[in-house]
C-alpha cells in the first residue's frame, strides 16, 4: 500500500524493522522523491550508540505494534551504500541505493530525494537551503554518548597438582642397657649363694630391647577449595572530539 506524506509524518524517532519483525534501528528522517514529492527513502540510525546511518526504500513499509516495517533483511539494509545525509540525495547516490536493492530507478528522474519538510515555514529569508526559510538559524552540536559493553576478558582455572615438602620431627626412642649389681654375702642371700658346687664354671644371659624410628603415612582432608567471583568497579576516562556549529556575522557594509 502506497504512503503518503501525513503517513510518514508520525514514523521520524520510531523503531524499523525487517522482513522477519527484527528490528533495524531508529527512523532518523524521511526523503521525499523529487519530482513526485512522494516518501521515498528512510533514513535510519543503526549500532550500539546510533553512529551508523543507512537509507532505505519505503515504497512498501507499512505499519505494525512493533514499529515500521519493511520488506528487507536487517544485514541488507546494514550493508546499504554508506552515504552522508549531508541534505539532498545526488542522483549517483540514489542510483546506487536502487541498485542495492534491487528496485527499479524511473530513466526520466533527473532529480533526487529530498528531507521531509513537516510544514511550511514561511518568511522573508532566502539563503543555500531553498527560498522558503524563517529568520533563525539553528545550530547544533554532537553529545558525547559512552557506555559499556561487555567481553570476556580471560579464564582463571582451578589445578590441582602435588608438590613434596621435607618433614622433620623428632620422636623419642627407648633402649635396655646392661649393667652389673653386685652385692654382699648376709643371711639373707647366703642360702641362694652356696646352692651348687663350690667352683663352677657358668653363663647367664639377658635378652636387651630397644625402640625403633619408623616412619608411617596416610592422606587426611585438610580444606576444600573453590573458585568463585568479585564483581569491583574502576572509573575508566573516555574522550572523543566533538563537533558544534558557531555563527559568524558577515556584514557586506563593510
Known amino acids: 500500500m502506497a504512503t503518503t506524506q501525513n503517513d510518514v509524518l508520525s514514523w521520524r524517532g520510531q523503531t524499523l524493522i525487517d522482513a522477519h519483525d527484527d528490528k533495524i534501528g531508529t527512523i532518523e528522517d524521511i526523503y521525499l522523491d523529487a519530482d513526485s514529492n512522494e516518501p521515498e527513502w528512510a533514513l535510519v ?25 519493511v520488506p528487507f533483511e536487517k544485514a541488507t539494509v546494514k550493508d546499504a551504500p554508506k552515504i552522508e545525509p549531508d541534505g539532498a540525495l545526488s542522483p549517483q547516490e540514489e542510483s546506487n541505493l536502487f541498485r542495492h536493492y534491487g528496485r527499479e530507478q524511473d530513466d526520466a528522474s ?4 529530498r528531507p521531509l519538510d ?12 531553498g527560498p522558503n526559510t524563517d ?3 539553528t545550530l547544533s552540536e554532537e553529545e558525547l554518548r559512552v557506555g559499556t559493553t561487555e567481553r570476556e576478558a580471560g579464564r582463571v582455572r582451578l589445578k ?12 623419642p626412642v627407648r633402649r635396655e642397657e646392661v ?5 654382699p654375702i648376709t643371711d639373707a642371700n647366703r642360702g641362694d649363694a652356696l646352692d651348687g658346687p663350690d667352683l663352677s664354671e657358668e653363663e647367664h644371659e639377658v635378652v636387651l630391647h630397644a625402640e625403633e624410628a619408623v616412619v608411617d603415612k596416610k592422606t587426611v582432608p585438610k580444606e576444600r577449595v573453590r573458585l568463585d567471583k568479585d564483581v569491583t568497579t574502576t572509573d575508566e576516562t573516555l574522550s572523543d572530539t566533538v563537533r558544534s556549529e558557531r555563527v559568524d556575522v558577515d556584514d557586506s557594509r563593510r
Do not use: C, H, W
Open 45 to 69: 540510525t543503526t549500532g550500539l550508540f546510533g553512529t551508523k546511518q543507512s537509507f532505505v526504500p519505503i515504497q512498501d513499509a507499512s505499519e505494525r505494534d512493533g514499529g515500521i516495517r
Open 160 to 171: 590441582k597438582y602435588i608438590v613434596e615438602d621435607q618433614v622433620t620431627q623428632t620422636v
Open 118 to 129: 513537516t510544514g511550511e515555514r514561511g518568511g522573508p529569508g532566502r539563503d543555500t537551503s
Open 110 to 113: 533527473t532529480r533526487a530525494g
Open 179 to 183: 649393667r652389673i649389681e653386685r652385692e
Open 135 to 137: 529568520d533563525a538559524m
